[in-house]
């Protein structure tokens, strides 16, 4: 059974950056279509980012264009989210998981095997 364990999250200053990564275990990873994820309390979790298995398409919600990049390693069954320009409506628990790519859209589920996700807090 796959499981993504998150880390690289912590407090920031607006206009600060942050590097998250997600290790991921138990499957083939280059397998996998995966995105990020991000939730506040009282709000449902929200797909930020999205990359293909191999990496030739990536996507990023409009909210967090030009700021957040995604990536990923395969070789070491890592993810990556770059946060720069943060914002103090990017605090948020963020999680990686799986996602799905239909066309180019990519699209958020819920497949289980929810890491304990990492958080980032963005105030002055």
């Known amino acids: 059974q796959v499981q993504f364990v998150e880390s690289g999250g912590g407090l920031v200053q607006p206009g600060g950056s942050l590097r998250l990564s997600c290790a991921a275990s138990?499957?083939?990873?280059?397998?996998?279509?995966v995105g990020w994820y991000r939730q506040t309390p009282g709000k449902q979790r929200e797909l930020v980012a999205g990359v293909s298995n191999l990496g030739r398409t990536n996507w990023v919600d409009d909210s967090v264009k030009g700021r957040f990049t995604i990536s990923r390693d395969n070789a070491k069954n890592t993810l990556f989210l770059q946060l720069n320009s943060l914002k103090p409506e990017d605090t948020a628990v963020y999680y990686c998981?799986?996602?799905?790519?239909?066309?180019?859209?990519?699209?958020?589920?819920?497949?289980?095997?929810w890491g304990q996700g990492t958080q980032v807090t963005v105030s002055p």
């Open positions: 138990g499957t083939i990873f280059s397998d996998l279509v």
């Open positions: 998981n799986r996602a799905r790519l239909r066309g180019r859209e990519f699209i958020p589920v819920d497949y289980g095997s």
